[in-house]
């Protein structure tokens, strides 16, 4: 379906970038990795996605705190493969704590890497999806998109400045054939989420079943993990020509979190 379409994947060498980047080049889509991590293992990752699907993936080693290493990004990824079409904005950190406390430094990281780097993407792949009249934008918001959990003011801005960066986006570019969403996932099973359950037990006592039901999945009432492929797979369906009249949406995938 996204055979000879380019898509460059911010935040894309584990969890659901990864996740979602190995999920289009399935769907045929030539690749633009991008996020930290051990040289050779991002290596591994990039000549897998070659491997396992047939088509081209390259590595940016973008710094999404960076807006000249996010507009070159692009500029790279449309020199070596002719084109951006996909633009997946997955790169994010966390950081907790209140607010009196919260670090001013941390919360310019935050907005830079979760909010403003989108922005900063967008704006350099837009021309490019307006020339070529097709486009897809996505990105990686979340539950904390749409309601908010004490402690985290600096993620919760920035992915609610997501939603609304997707609308606005919507709209400017909705006669050019680009569509723009965003996708909400509540709490995702990745490694990172998985490494925390060992000191979770130990430090209040409970159960592994007690941590992940009523510590991770308190506002989860499905009591179940999203898995990054279930977000790959809603990325790839924005990506579609079935979804071309879904644009400015931010879709929740989170187990009924937000409906409460
Ligand atoms: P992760 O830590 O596995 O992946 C984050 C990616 O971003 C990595 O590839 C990392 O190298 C990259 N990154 C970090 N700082 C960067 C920078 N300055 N420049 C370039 N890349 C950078 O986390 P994840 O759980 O896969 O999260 C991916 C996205 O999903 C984030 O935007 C996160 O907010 C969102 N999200 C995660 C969950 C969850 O429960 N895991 C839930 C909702 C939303």
Known sequence: MLKNKTAVVT??????GLAIARALAADGANIMIN???????????????????????AYSAADMTRPADIAAMIADAEKTFGSVD??????????????????????????????????L?????????????????????SAHSLVASPF???YVAAKHGIAGITKTVALEVATHGIT???????YVWTP?????????MKARNLTKEQVINDVLLAAQPT????????????AVYLCSDAASQITGTNISMDGGWTAQ
């Open 86 to 119: 996909v633009l997946v904005n997955n790169a994010g950190i966390q950081f907790v704590a209140p607010v009196e406390e919260f670090p001013v430094e941390k919360w310019d990281q935050i907005i830079a890497i979760n909010l403003s780097a989108a922005f």
């Open 152 to 154: 985290k003011v600096a």
């Open 223 to 234: 009591k179940q993990f999203v898995t990054p492929d279930q977000v790959a797979a809603l």
């Open 192 to 200: 990172l989420v998985e490494k925390q359950i060992p000191d979770t």
């Open 35 to 57: 996020g930290f991590g051990d040289k050779a293992a991002i290596e591994a990752e990039r000549a897998g996605i070659e491997k396992d699907f047939g088509v081209k993936a």
């Open 11 to 16: 935040g894309s060498t584990s969890g659901i």
């Open 180 to 186: 723009v969403n965003c996708i909400s996932p509540g």
């Open 121 to 141: 993407a967008i704006r350099a792949a837009v021309p490019g999806m307006k020339q070529r009249k097709w486009g897809r934008i996505v990105s990686t918001a």
